[in-house]
């Protein structure tokens, strides 16, 4: 298992009110409503993924995810 570690502005991370999906898997698109970011575009976090697969390129079930503000 893999660790990746990621970086992203408070603007790129927040938090919603509400979701609908439509279509399924890699066509899955998803709308959020009510959202309102963390931070701003100054503020930076790191994203830890854990219990990733070696050669993993999305998100699957298992893995833990940690953010750590700056």
């Given amino acids: 298992m893999a660790t990746f570690f990621l970086t992203i502005r408070g603007d790129q991370l927040g938090t919603f009110s509400s ?8 066509n899955r698109v998803l709308t959020l409503s009510g959202t309102s970011p963390y931070g701003s575009a100054t503020d930076v976090y790191t994203i830890r993924i854990d219990q990733a697969a070696n050669d993993a390129t999305q998100f699957t079930n298992g893995q833990i995810v940690t953010i750590y503000d700056s």
Avoid: A, Q
């Fill in 19 to 26: 979701l609908s999906g439509n279509g399924n898997g890699i």
